[in-house]
């Protein structure tokens, strides 16, 4: 789980809004067996999404071609 504290979420709204691909910075907790990232920074990486979907898994990874998965919102 990522979690996205309300003042992190405005001072990055329009990147965390938009971007195709997110790489998230952040603390790891783990409690249990839940583990959350407490988000701190984000960077956009939407320019590798289209060349993950135009050339899918490395030849040898032995999984077959896939569609991106998107993200899902739990609020």
Known sequence: NIVIWKDVFEANRRLVMTASLL????QLQIESDVVH?????????SHLSARM???????????????????????
């Open 23 to 26: 790489l998230v910075h952040g």
């Open 37 to 45: 990232l407490v988000a701190k920074s984000f960077t956009d990486l």
């Open 53 to 75: 979907r135009d050339e899918g898994p490395a030849e040898d990874s032995g999984r077959k071609p896939a569609s991106l998965i998107h993200s899902r919102d739990f609020h």
